[in-house]
């Protein structure tokens, strides 16, 4: 006779195969800014794709709150180490945002208030696997995390995922961000530990 249960051991074995290579699960929400917070206001906020032709198409904070939204639960990996499962969010999908923009682009620019920068190719952004989100743990979204607006892209380590983001560039080739340019891994998947050039 057993009085093991199967659903405790269940959830435990699936949570460790959720964390990457190299990554070990928090509670946490730790803060990591390569700057000052910056402080920007919805009503003075735009949000811009720009093509490879510089076609510019722009959202007002109005604007974003008109479209439809999603409520996506993933799982975030940062390169310091830590990894956060089942972290809610609530936001527009880039699919939606995108939808309208013409582009023969194969990269994206990402550009955020108070200049940070990260570059991903445009798929990454598609198909479901990225936001412009404006929420989380069901509030607001705070300004040390990125509010009122960050992009989220949980699939690729989180320095991708920039906070008060501003608008995204796409480009016909690729061009490293921030901590791109500083060392860090032009790509970024957590599952293939792409923490530096070279990995
Ligand atoms: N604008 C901007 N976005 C940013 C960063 C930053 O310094 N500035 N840091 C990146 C890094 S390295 C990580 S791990 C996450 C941290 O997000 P958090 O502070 O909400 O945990 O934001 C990413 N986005
Ligand atoms: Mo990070």
């Given amino acids: 006779m057993s009085f093991?249960?199967?659903?405790?051991?269940?959830?435990?074995?699936d949570d460790?195969?959720?964390?990457?290579?190299?990554q070990y699960g928090t509670d946490e929400f730790p803060v990591l800014s390569a700057g000052p917070t910056p402080n920007v206001r919805t009503e003075s906020w735009r949000f811009t794709v720009t093509t490879e032709g510089g076609v510019v198409h722009e959202w007002s904070w109005a604007d974003l709150m008109a479209l439809p939204r999603?409520?996506?639960?993933?799982?975030?990996?940062?390169?310091t180490k830590w990894s956060k499962l089942?972290?809610?969010?609530?936001?527009?999908?880039?699919?939606?945002?995108?939808?309208d923009v013409e582009t023969a682009?194969?990269?994206?620019?990402?550009?955020?208030?108070?200049?940070?920068?990260?570059?991903?190719?445009?798929?990454?952004?598609?198909?479901?696997?990225?936001?412009?989100?404006?929420g989380y743990d069901g509030e607001e979204l705070a300004p040390e995390?990125?509010?009122?607006?960050?992009?989220?892209?949980?699939?690729?380590?989180?320095?991708?995922?920039?906070k008060w983001v501003r608008g995204i560039e796409l480009l016909l080739q690729d061009e490293p961000g921030f901590w791109e340019t500083l060392g860090y891994h032009e790509y970024g998947d957590p599952w293939r530990e792409q923490r530096y050039a070279g990995d």
Avoid at 4 to 13: M, S
Avoid at 16 to 22: D, H, L, N, V
């Fill in 4 to 13: 093991v249960n199967p659903g405790f051991h269940g959830r435990r074995r």
């Fill in 16 to 22: 460790s195969a959720r964390i990457p290579p190299g």
């Fill in 70 to 79: 999603e409520t996506p639960t993933v799982d975030i990996h940062c390169v």
């Fill in 86 to 99: 089942d972290t809610t969010w609530e936001g527009v999908s880039l699919d939606t945002l995108l939808e």
């Fill in 105 to 134: 682009a194969d990269y994206a620019l990402v550009h955020s208030y108070g200049g940070y920068t990260t570059n991903l190719p445009l798929d990454d952004l598609l198909d479901g696997q990225a936001w412009i989100t404006f």
């Fill in 145 to 162: 995390h990125g509010g009122p607006a960050r992009l989220l892209v949980p699939h690729l380590y989180f320095w991708k995922s920039a």
